[in-house]
């Protein structure tokens, strides 16, 4: 810690974001590059270094925290960096895309703003790369022992350089036509740029992992034929079944499902496609469902020239503080956040007859109206209670030419026939079933991430690609000295 009253002496300041009337003419991402570094080591020497530090206990990952803010603070760039590397395989995902569940945990923020931990990890993961710290390792020997890793998202990649890493001989099966799972076709690129993906996938394969694409597992190539081809399989094929909206006027064109909508802007930005043929210019969109998905939806249809954009949560406002009955200190809490999505729509008044930042909260859609060809023109919604049910004479109409249902996703998507082609048994929820060391009903067959656990977030999936490479690591070699950061049934800290 290089001075032990830095919280006392510096307030917490963020990355700035560019202005949005600059961002929302371009795709790349919404804070000023650059401008991270010379603020950060002051931000980094917040940290009290407060002995029982319950961030480290709320990252999923485990990542060393305070070890890592205090080499930051003293600009030891190169020690910070191994130790980042040491619990996250892609800290540059997690510094831009993770909602930072151990800055609600951080010791500061029980009376003060947090240390920007999200922030300092960022910031060393880039000049990680800049200073050339994050070199390929290729593994000294090979075991001679193969896996096959189904699905490039950030659990498969993070289990699949685990493994190679360890020695293993490693091939990730993906169905589409470029890696990266829902980071490259779900989040927006002003959210994370793909080069940052690109370079990872880059130094994987220098290290040896191999990687077929436009290969779906159960379709284009047997899963039985990859169990009997690998000593062990990895299922993380993610959790992208998307939940309906059963209401009259669903069938209508126009009315679209946001992960129908994202990947087309997303090959826009990846130079497949001039314009996406979904685009929401000029088009009165209405999203429903208030989570990031739908976050992701406004920002997008915002850059696309959209003629106004209102975003409805079923829920209530939150306050602008936690709850400390309902979600005490260090839970992660449930408050108002202005995404940079948000702080775009209430700058540039996308919804006039919205909230000021686009949302309309504790709204219920009750139905979708067309025109003579078919085509939504308007979505009818009511207030509703904690309970949901409608408040009398609160209905009202919305102008819609596009509605985005961004509601979130049941489980695995069973189209290409893996799960049933092996058998494999599903939980409760729908996800794939699995035992304490990963492993599923099917010998050698493990399941991890968004697939066994439920739709989650970047953090886990890297934490279950870390934990179940140990695992298989374990199931193929008697030991292992993997790290396994968390187990399968464990969850987010709650009261
Ligand atoms: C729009 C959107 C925005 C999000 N934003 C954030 C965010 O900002 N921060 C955050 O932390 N989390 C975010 N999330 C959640 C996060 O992206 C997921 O939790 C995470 O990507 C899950 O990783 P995964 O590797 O388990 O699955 P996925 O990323 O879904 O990857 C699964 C991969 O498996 C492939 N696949 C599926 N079936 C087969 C098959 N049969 N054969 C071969 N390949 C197959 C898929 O094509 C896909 O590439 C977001 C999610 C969405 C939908
Ligand atoms: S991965 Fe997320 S929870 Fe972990 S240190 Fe980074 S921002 Fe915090």
């Given amino acids: 810690m290089g001075d032990p009253r830095g919280f006392l002496t510096t307030p917490r300041q963020d990355w700035p974001r560019r202005p949005v009337g600059e961002r929302v003419r371009d795709w790349d991402e919404v804070c000023v590059p650059g401008a991270l570094l010379p603020i950060i080591s002051k931000q980094a020497d917040r940290c009290m270094d407060c002995g029982i530090p319950f961030c480290h206990e709320a990252c999923p990952l485990g990542n060393l925290i305070p070890e890592w803010n205090d080499l930051v603070a003293r600009e030891d760039w190169r020690q910070a960096s191994d130790r980042l590397h040491a619990t996250n395989n892609f800290p540059e995902f997690t510094g831009r895309l993770c909602p930072a569940p151990c800055e609600a945990g951080c010791v500061l923020a029980i009376n003060q703003p947090a240390v920007t931990i999200k922030n300092v990890e960022c910031a060393i993961a880039d000049r990680a790369w800049e200073e050339g710290f994050t070199p390929p390792r290729p593994p000294d020997r090979l075991t001679g022992r193969t896996v096959a890793v189904i699905g490039s998202g950030p659990t498969g990649l993070a289990a699949a350089q685990q493994l190679t890493r360890a020695g293993h001989t490693v091939a990730v099966y993906e169905r589409d036509d470029r890696l990266g799972g829902l980071m490259r076709y779900g989040i927006p690129a002003f959210k994370m740029e793909k080069h940052h993906l690109e370079r990872r996938l880059e130094q994987m394969r220098a290290e040896g992992t191999k990687f077929r694409t436009s290969t779906a597992v159960g379709r284009d190539v047997g899963a039985d034929e990859l169990r009997s081809r690998y000593d062990a ?137 067309g025109d003579a060809d078919g085509r939504v023109r308007a979505l009818h919604l009511v207030e509703v209670d904690a309970r949901r049910r409608p408040r009398p004479g609160t209905g009202r109409a919305l102008p819609a030419d596009l509605v985005l249902l961004a509601l979130g996703f049941s489980g695995p998507d069973r189209t290409d026939g893996l799960v049933d082609q092996l058998g494999l048994e599903l939980g409760p929820r729908g996800t794939i079933a699995r035992d304490a060391s990963f492993a599923t009903n099917v010998p050698g067959v493990f399941a991890a991430g968004d697939a066994a656990r439920g739709q989650s977030l970047i953090v886990w999936a890297i934490a279950e690609g870390r934990a179940v490479a140990a695992a298989v690591d374990h199931h193929l070699t008697g030991s292992s000295r993997l790290p396994a950061p968390i187990g399968p049934y464990d969850r987010p800290m709650a009261v």
């Fill in 233 to 369: 399989v990895v299922i993380a094929t993610g959790a992208t079944a998307w939940r309906e909206l059963d209401v009259p006027g669903r069938e209508l064109a126009g009315v679209q499902q946001a992960m129908e909508y994202l990947p087309l802007a997303n090959r826009v930005g990846e130079g497949d496609l001039d314009s996406s043929p979904m685009s929401a210019a000029g088009k009165h969109v209405v999203i429903v469902g208030g989570g990031d998905t739908g976050a992701d939806c406004l920002g997008t249809a915002v850059r696309e020239g959209a003629a106004s954009v209102t975003q409805l949560d079923i829920y209530a406002q939150p306050g602008a503080e936690r709850d400390e009955d309902a979600e005490p200190w260090p839970t992660y809490p449930r408050i108002y956040r202005l995404s940079a999505a948000h702080e775009e729509a209430g700058e540039l008044g996308t919804a006039p007859a919205a909230d000021a930042d686009a949302r309309l909260f504790a709204a219920s859609t009750l139905r979708f109206t």
